[in-house]
């Protein structure tokens, strides 16, 4: 039976299109930059980097190593030229919590902190922090995923603003026992992205 490092190899990539994989991977994601598939009877995913991405495979791997062994985080086993093997996280994305009416609570909000102050301690600068790369377990943990851009030198307010909303207009309303229809939250995040976002950069820049 081939290894993971063997698996990731016969991944054969276009661009963003995926071409051939062996059937011993199950593709569970894609996202702006990589693939992501989880090894058959393992507690592992593989991460295979589009081609014009390959770089962002070693450049990710070592803010891992960076940030140690630490439960907020995913465990990395191997790293190759355009991938990274870890574990396999069960549970929900915050981003799926909302939709299934899964509450988030203040405590799941408290060891997301947790976790940036940690990577803040290891001299990184978490970035890009939305309810798809925060993960509430099976087991009632929270992991932060796709860190890639935790070496950005420029200042973040993704999650303050997050933190801000879900304070404001979720926790404790009728919101947070309710599912959330998916494209109410596509609405709310095109319009944080394009109208708000802008402006909260230019007004944290003063």
Not at 197 to 206: D, H, N, Q
Request: proline share 4%.
């Amino acid at each position: 039976m081939a290894n993971a490092i063997q698996l990731a190899e016969q991944v054969t990539l276009q661009s963003n299109h995926l071409l051939k994989k062996p059937h011993q991977l199950k593709l569970i994601g894609k996202g702006r930059s990589a693939f992501v598939f989880k090894i058959e009877s393992e507690a592992k995913v593989i991460k295979v980097f589009f081609p014009e991405f390959e770089h962002l495979a070693d450049q990710e791997a070592k803010i891992y190593k960076q940030l140690g062994n630490s439960t907020y985080f995913p465990t990395i086993y191997e790293t190759g030229p355009n991938f990274i093997i870890m574990d396999y996280i069960e549970g929900h994305t915050f981003y799926e919590c909302l939709i299934n009416g899964i509450p988030i609570t203040k405590d799941m909000i408290e060891r997301v902190d947790e976790a940036l102050d940690h990577a803040r301690s290891r001299g990184l600068n978490p970035s890009d922090i939305h309810l798809q790369n925060l993960i509430l377990t099976t087991d009632g943990e929270v992991k932060v995923i796709d860190v890639v851009r935790f070496t950005q030198q420029k200042q973040c307010f993704q999650w303050d603003d997050l933190k801000d909303a879900h304070q404001k207009f979720y926790y404790g309303k009728r919101l947070s026992n309710r599912k959330i229809p998916k494209y109410v939250i596509q609405l709310v995040a095109l319009f944080y992205k394009k109208l708000y976002a802008p402006f909260r950069v230019k007004r944290g820049s003063l």
